[in-house]
T-cell receptor, first 113, second 114 residues
Framework: KNQVEQSPQSLIILEGKNCTLQCNYTVSPFSNLRWYKQDTGRGPVSLTIMTFSENTKSNGRYTATLDADTKQSSLHITASQLSDSASYICVVSPFGGYQKVTFGTGTKLQVIP | NAGVTQTPKFQVLKTGQSMTLQCAQDMNHNSMYWYRQDPGMGLRLIYYSASEGTTDKGEVPNGYNVSRLNKREFSLRLESAAPSQTSVYFC?????????????FGPGTRLTVL
């Protein structure tokens, strides 16, 4: 069964600090890897989308990296803000049909003043 | 643009009752999706529609039916609700079902089945 594991489960950081969230997956071969931000009580919002051939993708203070050899991705948040408090979800889509898409359980980030 | 809208926002059902969750998008997207999100689990795909007139099962289709009414609307029906269907349901849409297309999610419907 395809799996997507995220770590840590939760994280508390001070405003202004940087942090890195991890995503390990077993989906292979895969078509693309996405990172979403989900505020409490809201739907997910897309941050980055990387195909299997890409190594890095940025969206403002968010930078995602991908190592297809080790099947790992990370999401780096620079100069954190209080509004970054949310869950961050890693999603991997395999080749051969979207029905096999796998979502991670997310990392809950809290940014404190 | 309202983006993706879902109705209702909240719903409480008794076991065995039926209901339809409505979803509409105003972005002229071709592809639409239904997911459920349960505590401690990742979102799971229920059904998706790559384009108007087509629907396909996702990971957890049992107990659900869908209708792609037109390009804008994609509804999810629970024929006989069960407590295991208590969840938050999200609808999403994307321009095409391509690997690099961004999916836009609605605000969700919180369903409780007693």
């Amino acid at each position: 069964k395809n799996q997507v594991e995220q770590s840590p489960q939760s994280l508390i950081i001070l405003e202004g600090k940087n942090c890195t969230l991890q995503c390990n997956y077993t989906v292979s071969p895969f078509s693309n890897l996405r990172w979403y931000k989900q505020d409490t009580g809201r739907g997910p919002v897309s941050l980055t989308i990387m195909t299997f051939s890409e190594n890095t993708k940025s969206n403002g203070r968010y930078t995602a990296t991908l190592d297809a050899d080790t099947k790992q991705s990370s999401l780096h948040i620079t100069a954190s803000q209080l509004s970054d408090s949310a869950s961050y979800i890693c999603v991997v889509s395999p080749f051969g049909g979207y029905q096999k898409v796998t979502f991670g359980t997310g990392t809950k980030l809290q940014v404190i003043p | 643009n309202a983006g993706v809208t879902q109705t209702p926002k909240f719903q409480v059902l008794k076991t065995g009752q039926s209901m339809t969750l409505q979803c509409a998008q105003d972005m002229n997207h071709n592809s639409m999706y239904w997911y459920r999100q349960d505590p401690g689990m990742g979102l799971r795909l229920i059904y998706y529609s790559a384009s108007e007139g087509t629907t396909d099962k996702g990971e957890v289709p049992n107990g659900y039916n869908v209708s792609r009414l037109n390009k804008r609307e994609f509804s999810l029906r629970l024929e006989s609700a069960a407590p295991s269907q208590t969840s938050v349901y999200f609808c999403a849409s994307s321009e095409q079902q391509y690997s690099t297309d961004t999916q836009y999610f609605g605000p969700g419907t919180r369903l409780t089945v007693l």
